[in-house]
């Protein structure tokens, strides 16, 4: 199971942390991500991190704004900043438990990851 929060209201520029913690089972060893569905569109990842921590990626939206990382097996952040109101929108974190690999042309498929989070919700005011 997985359970997000810090979610929040910010003003456009500002900065939140999203935490991600696992429970029930050990997600040491999984593909881990962070996505988000805005009203009106379909879901997206924004970033991803494997298991040892080594492979990251990004969505070209948020490339250096936000910041996925893991404190420990079961405990995963993403820090945003610079907040814009394009960026308003449920985020969830989600794990992948049947391929550990990230690559640059699958870390994005939303498909792959089949542990969600319940999402918390971000709001960018202008």
């Known amino acids: 199971q997985l359970q997000a929060s810090g979610g929040g209201l910010v003003q456009a520029g500002g900065s939140l942390r999203l935490s991600c913690a696992a429970s029930g089972r050990t997600f040491g060893s999984y593909a881990l991500a962070w996505l988000r569905q805005a009203p009106g569109k379909e879901r997206e990842a924004v970033a991803a991190?494997?298991?040892?921590?080594?492979?990251i990626y990004y969505a070209d939206s948020v490339k250096g704004r936000f910041t996925i990382s893991k404190e420990n097996a079961n405990t995963m952040y993403l820090q945003m900043n610079n907040l814009k109101s394009e960026d308003t929108a449920v985020y969830y974190c989600a794990a992948d438990s049947t391929n550990p690999l990230l690559l640059l042309s699958t870390w994005n498929r939303v498909r792959r990851y089949d542990y969600w989070g319940q999402g918390t919700q971000v709001t960018v005011s202008s």
């Open positions: 991190i494997n298991w040892t921590g080594g492979s």
